[in-house]
């Protein structure tokens, strides 16, 4: 039983102030700007046991350009499409990455690395960090740079990525991709 578009923005404005929707095929797409820590998987195991329909939510982290993130949605959308859809009710960035890797998927570096995809100094700094074992000072050492600019700048690529290469997943996923 498929759900229309004011069922879905009823039960998503409970939760999130939506900015914008959009409707593409039979996917329904919210857009909202302000941070939240609702869980989402919850929201949508809920929701499928209320309303008897199957749902896939996909959340992204933030982005700063409406045509970038357009394109990172259009990527999603066909990465999502070879994930089986009983393995995840609610999909994000590590679920699409993990994916976009086992399928080799050239421009994954892009749309994930987002500003940083080809920004040298900020790769080399993710990469000596790991490299180094997740050690801040002998990866400092190494880059020549003070242990507070390299928790910095590995602070502001998680903030631009979502992706936080002081945590093992994140780091494992990131050095894949550098």
Excluded: C
């Excluded at 869980?39 to 992204?60: G, H, Q």
């Excluded at 993990?98 to 987002?114: D, S, V």
């Amino acid at each position: 039983m498929p759900m229309d578009d004011q069922t879905v923005l009823q039960l998503f404005s409970e939760f999130i102030t939506i900015d914008r929707m959009d409707h593409e095929g039979n996917a329904v797409i919210l857009f909202f700007s302000h941070a939240t820590d609702v869980p989402f998987n919850d929201v949508v195991l809920n929701m499928m046991s209320d309303t008897y329909a199957d749902l896939r939510l996909y959340r992204s982290h933030t982005f700063d350009d409406e045509t970038f993130m357009m394109a990172h949605l259009a990527f999603v959308r066909n990465v999502i499409k070879t994930i089986p859809f009983y393995l995840h009710a609610g999909l994000d960035d590590r679920h699409v990455l993990k994916e976009a890797i086992r399928l080799k998927i050239p421009e994954t570096g892009r749309f994930m690395l987002r500003k940083y995809a080809k920004d040298q100094m900020m790769k080399e700094t993710v990469r000596t960090y790991l490299e180094s074992d997740m050690n801040t000072t002998l990866a400092a050492k190494k880059l020549w740079v003070h242990r507070n600019t390299l928790i910095q700048r590995l602070e502001k690529f998680r903030d631009v990525t979502g992706f936080d290469v002081r945590k093992f997943v994140d780091a494992h996923l990131i050095y894949m991709i550098i």
